[in-house]
């Protein structure tokens, strides 16, 4: 690793060149080992995007009026995206740097929009316990308390709940379509029924479903309904930058009208820099990324799109039909959308471990907690690899079917842990040090199960105690011990 800045410029193709060595420490996404993260289809749409984005890098959308070509991208954007969710001739929105901030937004909206009509001082938001941890994120960013909505069998939000949870601070409802652990569509009807009872705002976070559903729906999938055709729902966010395959860097927010974004706004007139208005969190806006998003949506259009997402169901459907035919595996639940999570039904089968003998193998894959399991999020691209990630899924369950030990080694033991250790305050504490020292000067990769020394500064060890994890770990042990 270097440190220091080269004392003069290097040559443009050395380090082009240099920068594809880096390339090779990633996972492979582009050859459909990753199941989280990326959306990639090839190299000659990787071009085209990136060829989008360079005409625009410089260009900075902070002042709409400055850059009239970002405005016109934005426009034209946020009219597609609310066309192509039902939104009524008034629907509005903004073009934001990824759903986090879109999702972000919404509840800022909503906060101010109920502390200066209804003078919320004390303001809380109702979401299901599957809501993207973007949620979590605003309630602590922007000081608004959760109350968290239960599941129902199916993993959906359990609507049968929401309206005990309502009360005079509830500032705005969420529900998910579809949400990212389990990928089910939340019954945003009801939710729609009650909020609009209530006069409450009802967001939909449609960040990873938002240009894919909508064009399996024209494919011809029956589908619940989620988007502004429900009466309540009076904001959506949507990302171009994951089934809409644009550039990273491009999401939207769209409201059913002005009065509601109205509130998403900032202006600050006294400022020696000048009168300031900011549509969203941003101070400059990649002009790069929105014009790729443009470009994008332009290259697809609706056949593109609905041929992605004919291929992402096809994937979908050998996936789900593959490892439901593998003895003790089991979906969690039936995919609504473009993802799936599945888990062991065998005491012998530890999921964890599945996992591990999958990373082994090549693949990359996320691991899922309340209950445990493993993910996938599926893309048009996955459908190549349909074959060969379902014989090496079955291998891995042989493999840990013979190897009980497994369950107890690598990071099946870290998983199982983190994921069923009681303690969580603990816990929290255990992977905010670990996270913290990435970013110490020189930190490196993230790893849960590193040892003390490799994690850098240890506050524990350093006073002489038994670390953390190692703590949590025999926590873990007794605990699982007292199950038994
Ligand atoms: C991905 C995602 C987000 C956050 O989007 P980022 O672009 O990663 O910031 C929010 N909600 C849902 C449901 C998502 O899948």
């Given at each position: 690793m270097s440190n220091s800045l080269p004392q003069s410029g290097r040559a443009a193709a050395q380090i082009l060149d240099e920068l594809k060595g880096f390339a090779s420490l990633d996972p492979k996404y582009k050859e459909g080992r990753l199941w989280s993260l990326s959306y990639y289809l090839d190299e000659d749409f990787e071009k085209f995007l990136g060829q989008a984005y360079q005409a625009f890098s410089g260009a900075n959308g902070l002042n709409p009026?400055?850059?009239?070509?970002?405005?016109?991208?934005?426009?034209?954007?946020?009219?597609?995206?609310?066309?192509?969710?039902?939104?009524?001739?008034?629907?509005?929105?903004?073009?934001?740097?990824?759903?986090?901030?879109?999702c972000l937004l919404a509840v800022k909206t909503y906060r101010d929009l109920a502390a200066s009509q209804r003078r919320v001082k004390k303001p809380e938001m109702i979401i299901p316990v599957t809501a993207h941890v973007a949620w979590f994120k605003a309630s602590e960013y922007f000081g608004v308390k959760l109350r968290l909505l239960p599941l129902d069998a199916q993993l959906r939000a359990d609507v049968s709940r929401l309206e005990g949870l309502i009360n005079r601070n509830t500032v705005m409802i969420l529900g998910s379509a579809p949400e990212y652990p389990h990928g089910t569509i939340d019954p945003i009807e009801a939710m729609g029924e009650i909020a609009q009872r209530h006069a409450i705002p009802l967001h939909v976070d449609a960040c990873v479903g938002g240009f894919i559903l909508p064009f399996m729906e024209l494919n011809g999938r029956a589908l619940p309904l989620w988007d502004y055709r429900v009466p309540g729902v009076t904001s959506i966010s949507a990302?171009?930058?994951?089934?809409?395959?644009?550039?990273?860097?491009?999401?939207?927010?769209?409201?059913?009208?002005?009065?509601?974004?109205?509130?998403?706004?900032?202006?600050?007139?006294?400022w020696p820099g000048g009168?300031?208005?900011?549509?969203?969190l941003l101070g400059t806006r990649p002009g790069g990324a929105y014009a790729a998003a443009w470009a994008t949506l332009q290259y697809f259009g609706q056949s593109g799109y609905r041929e992605l997402a004919a291929r992402t169901c096809e994937a979908v459907d050998r996936l789900s039909a593959g490892i439901e035919a593998i003895a003790g595996l089991k979906l969690l639940v039936a995919p609504q959308g473009p993802l799936l999570a599945y888990g062991s039904i065998d005491p012998a089968v530890n999921i964890f471990a599945v996992g591990d003998q999958?990373?082994?193998?090549?693949?990359?894959?996320?691991?899922?907690?309340?209950?445990?399991?493993?993910?996938?999020?599926?893309?048009?691209?996955?459908?190549?690899?349909?074959?060969?990630?379902?014989?090496?899924?079955?291998?891995?369950?042989a493999t840990v079917r013979s190897h009980p030990e497994l369950a107890q080694q690598g990071s099946a033991a870290t998983y199982g842990m983190l994921s069923h250790v009681p303690l969580r305050g603990l816990v929290k504490r255990r992977v905010l040090d670990i996270f913290a020292a990435m970013y110490a000067p020189g930190g490196g990769a993230i790893d849960l199960s590193a040892s003390v020394d490799n994690a850098g500064t240890e506050p524990d060890a350093a006073h002489g105690k038994t670390p953390l994890l190692e703590r949590l770990m025999m926590k873990y042990v007794s605990w699982k011990s007292r199950q038994r």
């Open positions: 009026s400055a850059f009239k070509s970002l405005k016109r991208f934005e426009n034209e954007i946020i009219g597609i995206t609310t066309h192509l969710l039902h939104g009524p001739a008034e629907a509005c929105g903004v073009l934001t740097s990824g759903g986090t901030e879109s990302d171009l930058h994951k089934y809409g395959f644009a550039a990273k860097g491009a999401s939207t927010i769209s409201y059913r009208n002005l009065d509601y974004l109205k509130h998403q706004m900032f202006v600050y007139q006294d009168v300031f208005a900011s549509p969203a999958m990373d082994a193998r090549g693949w990359s894959i996320n691991r899922l907690q309340n209950p445990d399991g493993l993910h996938a999020m599926v893309t048009a691209q996955h459908l190549a690899v349909v074959d060969a990630y379902l014989a090496d899924l079955q291998a891995a369950v």
